[in-house]
């Protein structure tokens, strides 16, 4: 800036030798004023310019760095997102492998279900006929303990018709005396069963000595 000032006043000290010699002094002051008011108006027009392009400078280095401060902080985002984008994707399969095994427990668990309501049913029934078993046994349980009770009643019952007395415990001919009537006993319950299974009008033809030709069970029952 100095340089150019000094150059400038030489050419204007040159300019003025040299116009003095054709000009008047009214005319050189003029001059001079004019070019005076010229470098003044042009030093300031350039002083603005100078100005003005330092702050064009500080204005694009402002907007540089801060193109540097986005330019990091996105990629800085971008980084935050791609660690995102992993965490989800990760979390994605991790539920669908959750998803996935619920799924086949479930499953198990509906078999396991089924499964164990068929063996629930089975066993349900094996109860069932079980407890008919049992019923089964106990009804002919108490239908032996009567009968043997009724044996015992009709064996000391004919043993007081035919002692006049009651029989005694741990005596020999007593208890001979009741196995012959048991003996006895057992044949006559033989007989009464063979009664019952015999046709009415067979039962009628034993008891009146006859034969009916016209029974066909009578004579399917002598043939037999």
Not at 19 to 46: F, G, K, P
Not at 57 to 81: N, P, Y
Not at 207 to 215: A, K, N, Q, T
């Amino acid at each position: 800036m100095e340089d150019t000032t000094a150059r400038w006043t030489s050419v204007m000290v040159v300019l003025d030798l040299v116009l003095l010699e054709s000009m008047s002094a009214a005319e050189v002051r003029n001059t001079l004023r004019t070019m005076l008011a010229d470098s003044e108006r042009r030093q300031a027009l350039i002083q603005e310019l100078l100005q003005s392009n330092s702050q064009l400078k500080e204005d694009v280095e402002q907007q540089q760095a801060r193109a540097a401060r986005q330019s990091q902080r996105a990629e800085e985002l971008e980084d935050v997102l791609a660690s995102v984008k992993v965490k989800v994707q990760g979390l994605e399969d991790s539920f669908i492998s959750k998803a996935a095994q619920q799924h086949s427990h479930l499953q198990q668990l509906q078999e396991d279900k089924t499964e164990a309501e068929k063996r629930c049913q089975a066993l349900q029934q094996q109860l069932g006929e079980q407890k008919e078993l049992v019923s089964d046994l106990q009804r002919k349980l108490y239908y032996t303990v009567k009968e043997e009770e009724r044996r015992v009643a009709r064996q000391n019952q004919a043993f007081q018709q035919i002692q006049n007395r009651s029989a005694r415990s741990h005596s020999p001919v007593d208890e001979m005396i009741l196995d012959v009537i048991d003996v006895y006993e057992s044949q006559l319950q033989q007989l009464r069963d063979k009664l019952r299974r015999v046709p009415p009008c067979a039962l009628a033809d034993l008891v009146y000595r006859g034969h009916s030709e016209d029974c066909p069970e009578s004579r399917a029952a002598q043939f037999s």
